[in-house]
């Protein structure tokens, strides 16, 4: 009786655990945020504004479908994830090339809105902790959250790269750096006494790496005379694309990432 009980009771995470593939397709598909945005709007002509509502009408009915899951679907998930990658690049882009809103401006604009997504979904749920997206309403404020990270951390990305002028390969530099001392602090440092908080590890990383992936992205694609390599979006974009989705095949088979039972 109690064993049934406890099968009965088992609650899905809608979300993936945080593991080494996690991290390793969250830079891929925040590179192919950058160069499919590129890919789209510039190469296949169909401008910031047409590619922006094409692909933000297809992520209405990505996340139309993910809602309906009650449980994490490695495939739903990534995809969900890149189609928001893409749509915020290109937003912001908009926002800055057409409506002349600078880095800096859209910079804070999106850190205070990912600071209110934070406030509101701890006092509504108490928690912000990723290994409790059980709900429907618990999934919005993580996809809300996800989408200003994208947000931020593309005008963030931009920011230092361009504005300030550091360029490309040095702000990836920075970011991978700062990633990588978060990890070095969380896993390698903590004492009785001192422990980085496991949710601010967790979002601080994941902000960094859509800078990360960005920088990446473009240094690969742009012009020899803007600090890039100069290598076509049409090649990058599905070599980029092909590790995903190999990576997202074994995930889907191996079953490596998924959590069953959730933090209430």
């Not at 996340?63 to 739903?76: E, G, I």
């Not at 205070?112 to 618990?138: D, M, N, W």
């Not at 002028?165 to 440092?189: E, K, S």
Request: proline share 2%; hydrophobic share 55%; glycine share 6%.
């Amino acid at each position: 009786m109690d064993k049934a009980k406890t099968v009965l009771n088992k609650v899905f995470n809608r979300v993936p655990e945080i593991t080494l593939y996690f991290w390793i397709i969250k830079i891929l598909w925040t590179t192919i945020g950058e160069t499919a945005a590129d890919f789209l709007s510039f190469n296949l002509h169909f401008g910031l504004v047409h590619t922006s509502y094409i692909m933000s009408g297809l992520l209405a009915i990505v996340l139309a479908f993910q809602f309906r899951l009650k449980k994490y679907v490695p495939a739903v998930y990534r995809l969900a994830v890149i189609m928001i990658s893409i749509v915020w690049t290109l937003i912001t882009d908009q926002m800055v090339e057409w409506l002349w809103i600078s880095l800096v401006t859209t910079t804070i604009i999106f850190t205070i809105a990912l600071a209110v997504v934070f406030v509101i979904r701890y006092l509504r749920e108490k928690t912000l902790s990723i290994h409790s997206i059980f709900t429907a309403k618990r999934e919005a404020f993580y996809r809300l959250a996800i989408l200003f990270t994208f947000a931020l951390g593309t005008a963030g990305g931009d920011l230092l790269s361009e504005w300030l002028g550091i360029g490309y390969v040095n702000a990836g530099l920075i970011f991978g750096g700062v990633i990588a001392l978060i990890a070095v602090v969380y896993y390698f440092l903590r004492t009785k006494k001192f422990t980085l908080n496991p949710i601010f590890a967790f979002w601080a990383a994941y902000i960094l790496t859509r800078p990360l992936g960005a920088s990446l992205g473009d240094y690969l694609t742009q012009p020899h005379q803007y600090g890039g390599l100069g290598i076509s979006t049409i090649r990058i974009t599905p070599i980029f694309l092909a590790w995903i989705i190999s990576l997202v095949a074994y995930l889907s088979v191996k079953k490596v990432d998924v959590l069953d039972t959730v933090e209430k």
